[in-house]
Structure formats: structure tokens, C-alpha cells
């Protein structure tokens, strides 16, 4: 015989069977993975991780990017990652939240990176990402931009994209917009 509990029974039966601590709460696929995505990560020396809203928010947090080469040398860089709880089944949402001339970062922060849209397969992980925004930094990509003014000017005068480049990381003026320090 099948014998059903009332919700009130249930929660009742729970609350005795906790010794007064709260039910733990159970964890989504997509957390699950996350968590071992993240103890298995092996970033470069260049990045760091932080999770701002403390270990209790593992589906949210912020990824630093230092390059060491290129164009952007001496920049800080932060990304906020906001992960799915159907994760890896969907791509993380990846945001710049530091102000940047390039052109694959739109002035709002948006990235296009095409293992975060139409290249996302669930066998990638958060090491991935990360890799993938580091060699945005060390090679940027004029062909597939976001930023049309600074991958045009990539593409027919390095140089000046150089020294936009150096200018808004400095702080300043590319054109109209105002870039705030970021070495």
C-alpha cells in the first residue's frame, strides 16, 4: 500500500529530521557541474577568479584579465560570468564590466566570442571561457567585431589602433568616448 503525505505532514516530518538546522538545499545540475568545472580550473597566471557574492552564489562571478603580451599589456579587465541552471547545456553569460576599445567588446560590455553563441557545445567548460577572453586580449579579431570602428581601424592602420589602444587604457578619448583607466 502507497501511503501519501500531506505537504504539512512532510515539512513537519523534515523539520524533526533536521535537528534544527535549515534543509539543505539541492543543487542543480547545472550547479554541479559549475563546481567542478571550477575546482578543476587551471587559468593562466594572467587571470584570477573571485566570487563576489560570496561561496554561497557559485553562479555568479567575476573573472579578472591581466594581459602580459599584445596590445592591451598592463590592462585590468573584469568579467562578470552568470551561469544557468541548465548548465553546460547553455553558454555562460559573459559581460566586461571595465570600459575597453576592441573590437570584439561593445561599449556596453557585451562579447563576441563564439564559443559563448553559436560554437557553445556542452563538453566546453568554464577554463574554456576563460582561455577564449585571454586570447581575445592577445589577438584581437577584426573579422567578427562588435566594435566596427576599432576593428576597422585594426585592419587598415594597426598603429593608430595601438595607440587608441594605450590612449583609453590610460584613460582619455578614442574619438567621442571617454574610457576610464584600466592599468
Known amino acids: 500500500m502507497?501511503?501519501?503525505?500531506?505537504?504539512?505532514?512532510?515539512?513537519?516530518?523534515?523539520?524533526?529530521?533536521?535537528?534544527?538546522?535549515?534543509?539543505?538545499?539541492?543543487?542543480s545540475a547545472g550547479e554541479l557541474r559549475l563546481h567542478k568545472d571550477i575546482s578543476e580550473?587551471?587559468?593562466?597566471?594572467?587571470?584570477?577568479?573571485?566570487?563576489?557574492?560570496?561561496?554561497?552564489?557559485?553562479?555568479?562571478?567575476e573573472v579578472i584579465i591581466r594581459p602580459d603580451e599584445g596590445y592591451y599589456s598592463g590592462g585590468l579587465f573584469t568579467?562578470?560570468?552568470?551561469?544557468?541552471p541548465i548548465y553546460p547545456h547553455e553558454a555562460p553569460k559573459v559581460k566586461c564590466k571595465t570600459k575597453v576599445y576592441h573590437p570584439n567588446i561593445d561599449l556596453e560590455g557585451n562579447v563576441c566570442l563564439n564559443i559563448l553563441r553559436e560554437?557553445?557545445?556542452?563538453?566546453?567548460?568554464?577554463?574554456?571561457?576563460?582561455?577564449?577572453l585571454y586570447h581575445l586580449f592577445i589577438e584581437p579579431n577584426h573579422e567578427d567585431p562588435l566594435n566596427a570602428d576599432a576593428a576597422a581601424v585594426l585592419r587598415d592602420n594597426p598603429k593608430l589602433f595601438e595607440t587608441n589602444v594605450r590612449r583609453a587604457m590610460t584613460g582619455g578619448y578614442v574619438g567621442n568616448t571617454y574610457f576610464s583607466r584600466c592599468v
Open 119 to 132: 560554437d557553445w557545445k556542452p563538453v566546453l567548460n568554464i577554463n574554456t571561457v576563460i582561455y577564449g
Open 2 to 27: 502507497i501511503r501519501l503525505f500531506k505537504v504539512k505532514e512532510k515539512q513537519r516530518e523534515l523539520a524533526e529530521n533536521s535537528d534544527g538546522k535549515p534543509p539543505v538545499k539541492k543543487q
Open 41 to 61: 580550473l587551471n587559468l593562466p597566471k594572467t587571470c584570477s577568479i573571485s566570487f563576489p557574492n560570496g561561496k554561497d552564489d557559485l553562479m555568479n562571478f
Open 79 to 84: 568579467f562578470t560570468f552568470q551561469i544557468s
